[in-house]
C-alpha cells in the first residue's frame, strides 16, 4: 500500500520539529552569565579571597556585552518565522512565504538574542592604600562613586569592588 503525503503536511510537521528543538535550544541557551559584584557561582563559594582597601578614583559607565550569541535566537526566530510564513497563500507562494519568514524571523531573533545579552557596567579605577591603582569593570548594580571608600575583592574568580564597610 503507497502512502501519499501532501506538501502542507509536512511542512506542518517540520514547522512543529523545529519549533520543539526551538524551545529546547532556547532553554539550554538561558544560563546567564554575570559581571555583578554580588553574584558567586557555586564553586566561588567558600573559598578564600583577598580584599584590599582603596578609594574610587574614576567610575566611567559602560556595556557589557555577551560573547557571541548561543544561537537560540536564531533557530527561535527562524521556526517561529516559518511556522507563520506557513499561514499565507498556497503552492510556491507559501514555500516562499515560509522560507522567507524563517529568514527574517532567524534575523530578528539574533537581534533579540543580542539586545538581551547586554548590561549596564561600571568600569572602576581604584587607587589602593598600597598605592597601586586597579581597574576593574562589573555590572552597575552596586552602587559606586568617585571617592568612595571601598574594598576590592580577589582570588576566588572575577574581582570585585564592593563599598567598604561603614565604622
Known sequence: MRMFFSTEACLGRLALAS?????????????????????????????????RNGTVVNV??????????????????????????????????????????????ALAGDAVEERVGKKDGLEITVKLDNGETRVIAQEADVPIMLNQRVQVISGAGPTRVVPAAQK
Open 19 to 51: 519549533l520543539a528543538l526551538s524551545a529546547v535550544v532556547l532553554v539550554s541557551g538561558c544560563a546567564k552569565p554575570s559581571a555583578s559584584a554580588n553574584v558567586y557561582t557555586y564553586n566561588q563559594a567558600q573559598r578564600d579571597q583577598v580584599m
Open 60 to 105: 566611567r559607565p559602560i556595556t557589557i556585552q555577551k560573547e557571541g550569541t548561543s544561537g537560540a535566537g536564531v533557530v527561535a526566530g527562524g521556526a517561529v518565522g516559518g511556522v507563520l510564513g506557513s499561514t499565507i497563500g498556497g503552492g510556491t507562494g507559501r514555500t516562499l512565504a515560509i522560507l522567507g519568514g524563517a529568514v527574517l524571523g
